[in-house]
Every structure is written in structure tokens, then in C-alpha cells.
């Protein structure tokens, strides 16, 4: 890629930490004035990512569902940039929904699409274009795609800018209260 939008002093909120072997890595990038608040739904996998925190203290693990941001809402500040790689069907709505409680605006994505554990009955070439419909329609902005072959089999990375109409984001606020 040619920009991942994740520097030395960055926030980054990262969806799907699993064990926190790349959250080790993101941690190390954005060094000691950054942050990785990293989330992750297993329980198994949540005890391994507590125990690599420990030894990098600018990783704040969460175990949580991603689906539900509001119940980590408290330990989460605005973020520089999100990283997803949760593997799930609906995976452009838990990105979207993080994003709209926690990236700042202009902030960055960097998202990890799964072709087949959002629809595994096409290709996966329409499967990536349905997801960057779908993002753009939740006001992120595309700036980079490629896919992971021959690493990996149907899986692409996507990474831009989220820009939030601030109408669209007041009517939403609105209606949330």
C-alpha cells in the first residue's frame, strides 16, 4: 500500500485484534506517544492480547463486540485512524458505526475485507466492490485497493479518508437524543 495513515504519535482504534500479533506491530509504529485501543469479541483470544499489553503499555485491550462501540465508549477517545479486520458479514456497518463515535474527521481507514465471510456465493472482485459502495454511502472515502494474492485468497485491503457531511452527522445526533 501506499499509505497506511499510521505514524509515530497516532490514535488508532483497531477492530478484530484477535491474539494482538499485528496490534504488536501497529503499537510498535506509533511508539510511545500513540495509542492502539484494541478490540476484540473472543474470550481466548482476548486473554492472549491482555498478556501482549502488558508488555507494550500504549495498547489498550478491550473485550468487546465491535458491533456494540457504546460499550466501550469510556475508554475510547477520538482516533486518528481505524483498523479492521474483523471477519463479518455486515463488517462495512461495524467499521461505519465505530467510525461515526470515534474517527475524527479526515481521519483514516485501513480495512481488511474477507470476501468470503461476507458473501462467499460470488466473486470475490463484487464482494469488495458491494463493501466500497457501502462505505462510501457511510461517508468514507476510498483512496487505495489491492488484493492480498497471492498471500492470501480473496482478501483486499482498503485504505482512505472518512468525511462525515456534519448535516448528515447533526440529523444523526439529533435523532439519537
Same mark, same amino acid.
Given at each position: 500500500m501506499e499509505k497506511l495513515h499510521i505514524g509515530p &504519535? !497516532? /490514535?488508532? +482504534?483497531? +477492530? &478484530?485484534?484477535?491474539? &494482538?500479533?499485528?496490534?504488536s506491530h501497529?503499537?510498535?509504529v506509533v511508539g510511545p506517544t500513540g495509542v492502539v485501543y484494541a478490540v476484540e469479541f473472543s474470550h481466548r483470544s482476548g486473554r492472549d492480547l491482555i498478556n501482549m499489553a502488558k508488555t507494550r503499555v500504549n495498547v489498550i485491550p478491550i473485550i468487546e463486540d465491535a458491533r456494540h462501540p457504546l460499550k466501550y465508549r469510556m475508554l475510547? &477517545?477520538?482516533? @486518528?485512524? #481505524?483498523?479492521? !479486520?474483523?471477519?463479518?458479514?455486515?463488517?462495512?456497518? #461495524?467499521v461505519a458505526l465505530n467510525a461515526h463515535h470515534f *474517527?475524527?474527521?479526515?481521519?483514516?481507514? $485501513?480495512?481488511? #475485507?474477507?470476501?468470503?465471510?461476507? @458473501?462467499?456465493? $460470488?466473486?470475490?472482485?463484487?464482494?469488495?466492490?458491494?463493501? $466500497?459502495? =457501502? *462505505?462510501?454511502?457511510? =461517508?468514507? /472515502?476510498?483512496?487505495?485497493?489491492?488484493? *492480498?494474492?497471492p498471500f492470501e485468497r480473496d482478501h483486499a485491503m482498503l485504505v482512505g479518508t472518512y468525511r462525515p @457531511?456534519?448535516?448528515?452527522? /447533526?440529523? /444523526?445526533? !439529533?435523532? !439519537?437524543?
Open positions: &504519535g !497516532d /490514535k488508532v +482504534l483497531y +477492530l &478484530g485484534a484477535a491474539s &494482538g500479533t499485528t496490534v501497529v503499537a510498535d475510547v &477517545g477520538m482516533v @486518528d485512524t #481505524i483498523f479492521a !479486520d474483523v471477519a463479518q458479514p455486515d463488517q462495512a456497518r #461495524i *474517527l475524527r474527521n479526515n481521519g483514516h481507514f $485501513v480495512i481488511s #475485507i474477507k470476501a468470503n465471510c461476507i @458473501d462467499s456465493t $460470488v466473486a470475490a472482485e463484487i464482494v469488495f466492490a458491494r463493501e $466500497v459502495d =457501502q *462505505l462510501k454511502k457511510e =461517508q468514507f /472515502k476510498p483512496t487505495e485497493q489491492i488484493t *492480498l494474492e @457531511d456534519k448535516k448528515k452527522k /447533526k440529523k /444523526k445526533e !439529533d435523532a !439519537d437524543e
